[in-house]
């Protein structure tokens, strides 16, 4: 198989949980061929939320995305796949849903970028620091997926 195999952390944020979405995201990745590896519903603190947007601190939303994280739950993920950073950023579609393409997350299910369902690491850094973040080693499962290179060979 071509292309790099690849973890990535993806969260559902507040508004995805609220409106009834979690099905419809995870099933869009699911549909594509990722492994989902991971998934937990949780309340994060804001300690946690800030110390996860860290890079951001000292921008004019940082604080506003943290209280909005923090409003209520959110579904972090662990997905495996090949390039599935570049490809899970495809499927959920650009930051601003107003120029995200239809088809995407983003492009069919929100309108203003305050709230804009779900987060998806941009790096194999990022992604690695934020599963970090979310998950404990113990906690991601390990499973045969007919995405697995084995069973090409």
């Known amino acids: 198989m071509e292309g790099a195999r690849e ?27 990722y492994k989902l590896i991971a998934m937990k519903f949780v309340n994060a603190s804001k300690e946690h939320v800030e110390a996860h ?13 943290v209280e909005y994280i923090t409003s209520g739950p959110v579904v972090p993920m662990v997905w495996e ?9 495809s499927i959920i579609g650009a930051t601003n849903p107003t120029t995200a393409t239809p088809g995407t997350i983003r492009g069919d299910l929100c309108i203003e970028v305050g ?8 790096l194999v850094e990022s992604a690695t620091k934020e599963i970090a973040h979310w998950f404990k080693e113990d ?9 697995d290179p084995w069973i090409y060979e």
């Not at 947007?53 to 995305?65: A, S, V, W």
């Not at 906690?139 to 995405?147: D, K």
């Open 53 to 65: 947007y860290e890079d951001h601190r000292g921008k004019k939303f940082f604080d506003p995305l």
């Open 81 to 89: 796949g090949t390039n599935i950073i570049e490809g899970s950023r």
């Open 115 to 122: 709230r804009n369902l779900i987060h998806g690491s941009d």
């Open 7 to 33: 973890r990535t952390f993806i969260m559902i944020k507040p508004d995805g949980v609220q409106r009834g979405l979690v099905g419809e995201i995870v099933a869009r990745l699911e549909k594509k061929g």
């Open 139 to 147: 906690e991601l499962a390990t499973y045969s997926h007919v995405a």
